[in-house]
């Protein structure tokens, strides 16, 4: 079936540091994929999308790249800064699924130290 | 960008009662809502699409008796957890799509329910 894997965490980085969460997903179609990010007390945000292959998805800093050679969709960031700390959640809309139904990864819950 | 509220945004309720929760678009009209529950550290666990003026589609474990959605106008869907106990306590959330064939969906900032 479809799903979407996302490295487990607690990811603890400093100020500044790269950042990159793996996430891979399993389909019979090409499906639309989605970082989300939850920030502390928040509700969930759109980060970035992409929609089709070798589409590349940005937003303040972050950058995804929908590889379909690998089913993956790979979060990352050059230079992390504490006010990146949050929840972020690789997400697919899969082909054949109705109303738009999201599938969620599992989360990677990511800490920034000063 | 979208707006999804919620209210209320936090409720402490006896076993037993029941409680609503209203997801509201306030600037842009939502044919269809999705109703989720998060566990602590979790991801969250879709509970049922709702679609105005249409009954609510639940998904597999999800009692539709027990978990009540009404989508009465393309801007409002309610939520109500009838008979509530303890082990309903979570923090639900809702989300709307920006129309039939939109894929980016808007999430409201959740609901955290604690039932004693």
């Known amino acids: 079936g479809n799903s979407v894997t996302q490295m487990e965490g607690p990811v603890t980085l400093s100020e500044e540091a790269f950042l990159t969460i793996n996430c891979t997903y399993t389909a019979t179609g090409y499906p639309s994929l989605f970082w989300y990010v939850q920030y502390p007390g928040e509700g969930l945000q759109l980060l970035l999308k992409?929609?089709?292959?070798?589409d590349k998805g940005s937003n303040k800093g972050f950058e995804a790249t929908y590889r379909k050679e690998t089913t993956s969709f790979h979060l990352e960031k050059g230079s992390v800064q504490v006010s990146d700390s949050a929840v972020y959640f690789c997400v697919g809309i899969f082909s054949g699924t109705s109303y738009g139904k999201l599938t969620f990864g599992q989360g990677t819950i990511l800490t920034v130290h000063p | 960008g979208a707006v999804v509220s919620q209210h209320p945004s936090r409720v402490i309720c006896k076993s037993g009662t029941s409680v609503k929760i209203e997801c509201r678009s306030l600037d842009f009209q939502a044919t269809t809502m999705f109703w989720y529950r998060q566990f602590p550290k979790q991801s969250l666990m879709l509970m049922a699409t709702s679609n105005e003026g249409s009954k609510a589609t639940y998904e597999q474990g999800v009692e539709k008796d027990k978990f009540l959605i009404n989508h009465a106008s393309l801007t409002l869907s309610t939520l109500t957890v009838t008979s509530a106990h303890p082990e309903d306590s979570s923090f639900y959330i809702c989300?709307?799509?920006?129309?039939?064939?939109?894929?980016?969906?808007?999430f409201g900032p959740g609901t955290r329910l604690l039932v004693l």
């Open positions: 992409a929609t089709k292959a070798d």
């Open positions: 989300s709307a799509r920006d129309g039939p064939r939109g894929e980016t969906q808007y």
